[in-house]
């Protein structure tokens, strides 16, 4: 936390420079603003990332407490009243963690769609610890109610196990429950036959860059903090604005991995283990994962403000099957880029506060209906009516659930550990948030390359951004409120500089999905004797097709379908350089070179399908050797994404 010595006297004279103006006055100063270049604000110190630097700029803070000031009008002339209340009932919390991270069963006895076995047999050593905590925590809450639970800890993690570094479980009067027999997890797989070492070249910015490694899970790397010890990556210190913080990643030789390139099935299992290794990581750097509450009315079903992402997408799919992201947000970016981008104080200076309240009623009234006319809207507007719509999301967009934890990210000094933090989070996402707040960031990222014209640097953009993702209270000049504007925004700047890294999946969550795959298959067992002479009939004939095919599996021969080219299957033999692109580029020349047909042929990938994965899209630089041997069962299909 920041000493009183740290806030420096230029913040406090931002603020109190702050005056409630008229809107023809705060018109006029802040187009006044837009005409001179704005100093760029320095990132938080050498401690927490919430301490100010004292070179913290008056503009950039005026940004930050103009915004707010705008959010607080806006919800003034709404009514809206919004009500944030922290559960005091932690059997209620516990409940709710185990069945977001898939494990319902535990609590309910009753089975449900997370594979919850198969889940508990992936998990590492501390992965395991940290959900017999939460189980323990909700049977020790249950027997204080005098409530019998449905499983006791001692039902899920049977084996004993003397371990002395697991988390101990407390009960909620703050006492250490008494130690339970531990269940002993696999251990986790050495990365080596995974990764290329990386490139040794160093960053254009001279400083040494911060390796992240996606092959082992991010809560192993902060292990040294549960003994109290201070990490090597704890000790960087942060770099100003035109210095990010460089990452250095190894190249995965199974190749990247994104988010879309994975089923829908996988990436809601990527979403239980990311809760289970997040939560673990926050343990060991001994930040404590609340889960707030907050009570709106109910939120609309149709129009366009205030309406839940979910029923938008459901909505906008019905005219636009495949959308992903909300249609009428899709158009003000699109606005924006065209006649916004070089515009300067584009996102800072307001539009006439009539103008867009109209514009919001003619987009209620004519959306839908193809009516609304775009070229009334100008720059400003847009820009208006996007951060508009960010706030009256019934739920917010980083998700009501998980936005303290996006919060507490704010309080960890390490750059590493702190885009750790986001990467899991971002994993976390509902897949319409997670998309949303995707096309947002590429927004913002094009409109701080504009900077030269548009006098909006990436401080700029994200202090003025930050307050309309995360939700703050209250007009008074707080210093809290101060450490909260710097390290908010932040966050905010690292989500747009870091936006392609944190959108790849980590190898490890990648690595715990086909071993939970593996573990579902391995449990399940026919229900009828009808189901087991189907099974039965199934499995002969997939083992005489595997019989005819074992010499080629033998020798690292794969048999790539590829339904839409002339030849719909081809044979290859792998080898230890062969990439995705080479198998895409060998369909090429065996069925020509047609303009027509190689077009459409551009658009085709390489997926592997089924085996221990549901569906992945495979990078083009995907070593397919490699791919082969952690899936070996799998088809090789070559189709439109």
């Known amino acids: 936390m920041m000493d009183g ?71 003034q002339d709404r009514h809206e009243d919004l009500v944030e209340r922290v559960s005091s009932d932690e059997a209620e919390l516990e409940e709710a963690w185990l069945q977001e991270a898939g494990l319902s069963t535990l609590v309910t006895g009753t089975q449900s769609d997370g594979p919850a076995e198969a889940l508990l047999s992936t998990l590492t050593r501390s992965q395991a610890a940290m959900v017999k905590k939460r189980v323990d925590n909700y049977t020790q809450t249950l027997r204080k109610r005098n409530r019998q639970p449905t499983r006791h800890v001692r039902d899920v993690f049977s084996t004993p196990d003397a ?71 704890c000790r960087r210190i942060r770099k100003d604005d035109k210095d990010l913080p460089a990452f250095q990643t190894v190249k995965p030789r199974q190749g990247v991995t994104r988010v879309n390139d994975l089923s829908s099935e996988d990436i809601r299992k990527i979403g239980y283990i990311s809760l289970i290794e997040l939560t673990t990581f926050y343990d060991f750097m001994g930040i404590e994962m609340k889960r707030n509450r907050v009570e709106r009315s109910k939120a609309r079903d149709s129009g ?55 514009l919001r009623q003619e987009l209620e009234l004519k959306f839908y209906e193809d009516r609304f006319d775009w070229d009334q809207v100008r720059q400003n507007d847009a820009a208006g009516l996007l951060k508009m719509f960010i706030r009256e999301l019934p739920y917010p967009l980083l998700t009501q659930q998980h936005l303290p934890a996006f919060t507490a990210a704010q309080s960890i000094s390490s750059p590493k550990h702190q885009i750790q933090a986001l990467h899991l989070l971002i994993m976390l996402l509902p897949e319409a948030n997670r998309d ?99 099974l039965l009939r199934r499995w002969n004939t997939e083992k005489d097709r595997d019989r005819s095919e074992v010499t080629d599996l033998r020798d690292g021969v794969i048999r790539v379908h590829a339904p839409l080219h002339a030849k719909v299957s081809m044979a290859i033999q792998l080898s230890c350089e062969m990439k995705a692109r080479d198998i895409t580029a060998r369909f090429d020349i065996e069925n020509g070179r047609g303009s027509r047909s190689a077009s459409r042929r551009q658009r085709q990938c390489l997926f592997e399908v089924g085996g221990n994965i549901g569906e992945r899209c495979l990078d083009p630089d995907a070593h397919l050797l490699d791919v082969y041997h952690a899936n070996p069962h799998c088809e090789w299909v070559l189709k439109s994404r």
């Open 5 to 75: 010595k740290d806030c420096g006297g230029v913040i406090l004279t931002a603020f109190h420079s702050f005056r409630i103006q008229s809107d023809e006055q705060k018109h006029t100063a802040d187009n006044r603003k837009a005409q001179c270049p704005r100093t760029g604000m320095s990132s938080p110190g050498s401690g927490s990332p919430l301490a100010p630097d004292r070179s913290v700029s008056r503009d950039s803070m005026e940004d930050y407490w103009s915004e707010m000031k705008n959010i607080q009008e806006d919800r």
């Open 163 to 233: 371990s002395s570094e697991l988390t101990p479980p407390i009960s909620p009067n703050g006492q250490i429950a008494p130690k339970l027999p531990q269940w002993n997890p696999p251990k986790v797989a050495p990365p080596c036959s995974l990764f290329t070492p990386p490139d040794s070249k160093s960053s254009s910015s001279g400083s040494e860059p911060i390796l992240l490694a996606f092959d082992v899970p991010y809560s192993e790397g902060a292990r040294a903090h549960r003994k109290g010890r201070e990490c090597h990556d």
């Open 436 to 534: 949303t707040l995707k096309a947002l960031l590429e927004f913002l990222r094009k409109v701080v390359a504009y900077e030269e014209k548009n006098r909006m640097s990436l401080w700029n953009v994200s202090m003025i951004v930050a307050p309309n993702l995360f939700t703050f209270r209250g007009k008074n000049a707080k210093q809290e409120e101060m450490q909260i504007a710097v390290s908010a925004a932040q966050l905010v700047r690292l989500l747009i500089t870091h936006q392609d890294l944190l959108w790849t999946v980590p190898c490890f969550l990648i690595s715990h999905v086909r071993k939970m795959n593996e573990a579902a298959m391995g449990k399940k067992t026919p229900t009828s004797e009808k189901t087991k002479r189907r």
């Open 304 to 358: 366009i403000f205030g309406v839940p992402l979910a029923t938008l997408l459901e909505n906008d799919q019905k005219k636009y099957p495949g959308s992903r992201v909300p249609l009428v947000f899709r158009k003000l970016l699109s606005k924006l880029e065209q006649t916004g981008l070089q515009t300067e104080g584009i996102l800072r200076v307001p539009g006439s506060a009539s103008r867009v309240k109209h």
